[in-house]
């Protein structure tokens, strides 16, 4: 009788080990595709930063240069090339209307998901953004490309400020050397001014620009911060479909800031005519303010996407590094000499952006070597400078 107890007791104990057993394999198979399942979500946020990465890239060189090409062919219109820079909002319907689709057929029917708190803050940032593309058309249309390149460069060093002051942006050796490189690099370009001041133009309209310019590039450093602080402060679940949102309200507002600018001065009586009189012909007019607008809203979609990937440094870096190539450009398009400060600001530039991917290659191994229970995986894969968090990235 013992013994038999002693076996059945002998026979439950082993039952509790094989469960033990099986229920470790479980969590062990559990966090296995747990960590595929990171890498495969890491992989996708990481081909979204590039594609917004390539899209700010293209709209930063092109956006400037038809601008440049509106005033130098005859445009004269300020406020109506202030407004170009944001026209191009109804393109953001396009994928809202795609992840709006997406969501009814998961049940969800709500058809927009920003909230009053962030409407009234994205409509603030837009009216600011409004401002600081009439300061920034000012200066395009009475700076070289060379001259307005430099002032423009001094935004990286104003957004790494009110990034750490905004958003406790954490610097690494190799994000400041990138910062320092990349403004460097800009500052050098205006080695070359002298001389470069456009024919016909008073030293009183040359100052107005400059001044306008810098104002803008400190006002474009602080709207960077400005929507990361907005993201993180949402109060609601942070997707980039959201983000879309922030970002069609922005532009809105800026837009009806240029739109009232434009009324005041009788732009909109004034453009046939101007079209009309244009250097290279009326259809030409239209389709050069058209890309314009296509190419400047880029600037807009890309930097969001960005900052909601990344950072807000990451995007003024990326918007510094085509500084440089947008001079390049200039050179092949405009016939502006292409001068050594030129090629030594290149120079610069590419070495500042390599050292921020060194940096960030470097950071990640040491992370995914070192990562325990406790850590935690970024949300771009790239350096985590900023203690912003979001609950879902897949719109």
């Known amino acids: ?95 809202l209307l795609v992840s709006y689709t ?48 430099l002032i423009l460069a001094t935004q990286l060093a104003f957004t790494a400020a009110f990034a750490f002051v905004l958003v406790r942006q954490r610097f690494t050796a190799y994000s400041v050397n990138a910062v320092v490189l990349l403004t460097l690099g800009a500052v050098v370009l205006g080695l070359h001014t002298d ?3 456009p024919e016909g133009e008073t030293n009183r309209e040359y100052l107005i620009g400059f001044f306008l310019t810098l104002i803008a590039a400190a006002l474009h450093g602080l709207i960077l911060p400005a929507i990361e602080l907005t993201y993180k402060r949402a109060m609601q679940p942070l997707t980039f479909t959201l983000a879309l949102e922030i970002q069609l309200v922005l532009c809105f507002f800026a837009s009806a800031f240029c739109t009232v600018g434009m009324i005041v001065n009788y732009d909109f009586q004034a453009i046939p005519r101007e079209a009309k009189e ?25 930097a969001i996407g960005v900052i909601y990937y990344s950072s807000s440094l990451f995007s003024g870096i990326v918007i510094s590094i085509m500084l440089p190539v ?22 610069l530039s590419i070495w500042g952006f390599i050292s921020y991917f060194y940096g960030d290659f470097k950071h990640n191994t040491y992370t995914n070597t070192n990562k325990d229970g406790a850590g935690t995986v970024n949300k771009t894969g790239l350096i985590a400078e900023t203690e912003m968090v979001d609950q879902t990235c897949i719109p």
């Open 1 to 95: 009788m013992g013994l038999s107890h002693r076996r059945s007791d002998f026979g439950h104990i082993l039952d509790f080990a094989r469960s033990l057993l099986n229920l470790n394999q479980e969590r062990e198979t559990d966090q296995i595709h747990q960590m595929e399942e990171d890498k495969t979500t890491a992989a996708m946020k990481r081909g979204y930063l590039i594609i917004n990465c390539i899209i700010l890239a293209v709209g930063s060189c092109g956006g400037p240069l038809l601008m440049r090409l509106y005033f130098l062919r005859g445009g004269k219109r300020i406020w109506f090339s202030s407004w170009l820079q944001t026209g191009g909002w109804p393109i953001t319907l396009i994928p």
């Open 102 to 149: 997406r969501r009814r057929r998961t049940g969800d029917h709500a058809l927009v998901l920003i909230r009053p708190r962030v409407f009234f803050a994205a409509a603030a940032l837009g009216v600011a953004a409004g401002l600081d593309d009439y300061m920034y058309a000012h200066g395009v249309a009475r700076l070289p490309v060379s001259t307005s390149s």
């Open 195 to 197: 001389g470069d001041r």
């Open 278 to 302: 244009y250097e290279l012909g009326e259809t030409r007019y239209y389709v050069v303010v058209f890309c314009s607008a296509i190419l400047l809203q880029g600037v807009f979609l890309g």
């Open 326 to 347: 947008t001079e390049l450009l200039a050179v092949i398009f405009f016939h502006e000499r292409f001068q050594a400060e030129k090629g030594i600001s290149l120079f």
